[in-house]
């Protein structure tokens, strides 16, 4: 079993950055396929990005295409997500969890182990 714990936000100016930590235990992050989720008061959890297990294909919702980038470091064992030109709309806890299929599903109930999450604040 893998445990995730995130870290990394807080309260950001719009067009800031923020870089999100996933630290994982019980198993390496080279060995699992990855993904990010968040979600925004009032609304329902939403996908954000996959990683593949080699870390060769990633995958993005529109909404953050071009501002977002997911990675991993395998020595570190901990997934990131590198958040730039930051709107408030991107407000929001964010969760990292391992894709129990390994297809790149985009469909929450296909991933498990999820983090504790961590909340993005972004100011107008």
């Known amino acids: 079993q893998v445990q995730l714990v995130e870290s990394g936000g807080g309260l950001v100016q719009a067009g800031g950055s923020l870089r999100l930590s996933c630290a994982a235990s019980?198993?390496?992050?080279?060995?699992?396929?990855m993904g990010w989720f968040r979600r925004a008061p009032g609304k329902e959890r939403e996908f954000v990005a996959h990683?593949?297990?080699?870390?060769?294909?990633?995958n993005y919702a529109e909404f953050v295409k071009g501002r977002f980038t997911i990675s991993k470091d395998n020595a570190k064992n901990t997934l990131y997500l590198q958040m730039n030109s930051l709107k408030p709309e991107d407000t929001a806890v964010y969760y990292c969890?391992?894709?129990?299929?390994?297809?790149?599903?985009?469909?929450?109930?296909?991933?498990?182990?999820w983090g504790q999450g961590t909340q993005v604040t972004v100011s107008s």
């Open positions: 969890a391992v894709d129990r299929i390994g297809s790149g599903s985009t469909y929450a109930p296909d991933f498990d182990s």
């Open positions: 019980g198993r390496t992050v080279s060995s699992i396929a």
């Open positions: 990683i593949s297990r080699s870390g060769g294909t990633t």
